[in-house]
């Protein structure tokens, strides 16, 4: 067989080799059997919360799509309570909502009724099958049962259609979307890596604990007015849809509502932000609800709830207080000018935000520190952007060669 690819156009008669079957068109020596015929289904079975013992003995127990994306265990179990048990490497799926996801048991364990254990036999190669269930993750949705609580059944697990190829081109397909897997795999480890890296670095860099070479200044202790002033810039509510801004807790950044409403808010004065605005929801300030405007949020429309500030270039830098904000002492601080309970009630002062006292470095050391974590991020996004193209990739194979569109050489 050679590397081609086979075009399918959308007419009657089928492309020279191909057969048209229940999973679409594929080659002639290829075959269709239901995944129960070329597997053996274990559906999963819970004991009872009287069998749980929080011991080191026994097995884990795996029970829904959580468990199979995190691959570890929630709970033990003795194993003379055990009722069903999936070994490793087995194929483990989610069969409660949500339904479909799918991994590669790193374990021995016993398996919940939200999981099943997909045990291939000798007529198909486990890793094609594996990358066929990956492949038909998303379509499981439309064979979920249950209004208000989806769920698969075994008969629809074992009367799943597969397309199965002979033995060494299921064995080569395999070998070649592992190659991808791999590769996938590495990048992640390597992203895990550089963030446990770049969380250290920043804690290191922005409380001084490790200084930038060729700074030995004392850092002082200033409060955030001589760094900060505050700049509302009011306008009149425009008369058409606008780009309304919003803030996420948790320093998760500013976050757009385009074509906003005029109608959708009373208020008669709204105010514009502009790139390296400092802006805080002083309503969820407590929640670290603060953020630096970036050039893709200027001109977007803000309440009177969410004041901004300008930075003295001489005494602060945008760039070093995009990473110092996101610091838990910084998030102490917001908490303690946030008075009164929880939710709405805790409204930061403005006047109080002002008198903050922070510790710093000058301004030099500041876009020294802001530049070497810049440089961090960015090795972090070019990994993070190679991850989706690899998994974009690897998309696009399983497509061509599980269906055999494109075969390969034997």
Not at 4 to 19: C, F, H, V
Not at 306 to 323: G, H, W
Not at 338 to 351: D, E, H, Q
Request: charged letters at 25%; glycine letters at 6%; aromatic letters at 8%.
């Amino acid at each position: 067989m050679s590397n081609t690819t086979i075009e399918i156009q959308q007419t009657n008669q089928l492309p020279a080799g191909y057969k048209q079957t229940a999973v679409g068109i594929i080659p002639e020596d290829w075959e269709v059997k239901p995944l129960g015929e070329v597997s053996k289904v274990i559906m999963g079975q819970s004991p009872d919360s009287k069998n749980y013992f929080d011991y080191e003995i026994g097995l884990p127990l795996l029970q829904g799509n959580a468990d199979i994306k995190e691959r570890k265990s929630i709970k033990r179990i003795w194993t003379n309570q055990i009722t069903k048990i999936c070994e490793e490497n087995d194929i483990i799926m989610s069969v409660r909502a949500p339904v479909g996801t799918i991994a590669l048991a790193s374990f021995k364990s016993c398996i919940g009724r939200g999981i099943c254990s997909i045990q291939n036999n000798n007529l198909i190669v486990k890793q094609f099958l594996y990358s066929y269930l990956e492949k038909f993750e998303t379509n499981w949705a439309r064979l979920s049962q249950g209004s208000t609580f989806e769920s698969i059944s075994s008969d629809d697990i074992r009367s799943l259609k597969i397309p199965i190829p002979p033995l060494p081109e299921q064995q080569k397909i395999a070998e070649i979307l592992s190659t991808w897997d791999n590769a996938i795999d590495n990048c992640k480890k390597i992203i895990k890596k550089l963030k446990k890296r770049n969380k250290g670095l920043a804690q290191q860099l922005l409380a001084g604990e490790t200084r930038v070479s060729g700074f030995v200044d004392s850092w002082k202790m200033k409060e955030l007015s001589e760094c900060l002033a505050y700049t509302p810039r009011e306008i009149d509510k425009p008369k058409e849809s606008f780009l309304a801004l919003g803030i996420r807790s948790h320093g998760k950044g500013v976050f757009h509502k385009p074509n906003f409403e005029p109608s959708a808010i009373a208020m008669e004065k709204l105010y514009e932000v502009k790139e390296n605005d400092l802006i805080v929801n002083i309503t969820f300030a407590w929640e670290q609800a603060v953020a630096i405007v970036s050039k893709e949020d200027e001109g977007g429309l803000v309440s009177h709830r969410f004041p901004t500030y300008t930075f003295k270039i001489d005494k602060a830098s945008p760039a070093f207080f995009r990473y110092f904000i996101l610091e838990k002492r910084f998030k102490f601080l917001l908490e303690l000018i946030s008075p009164g309970g929880a939710g709405r009630n805790r409204v930061m002062s403005k006047t109080d935000f002002l008198k903050l006292e922070l510790k710093l470095p000058s301004v030099q050391e500041q876009n020294a520190i802001a530049n070497i974590l810049d440089n961090a991020t960015n090795e972090l996004k070019q990994y993070e952007q190679k991850l989706a193209n690899l998994q974009l990739q690897k998309k696009g194979l399983m497509q061509q060669l599980l269906t055999g569109k494109v075969r390969v050489k034997i």
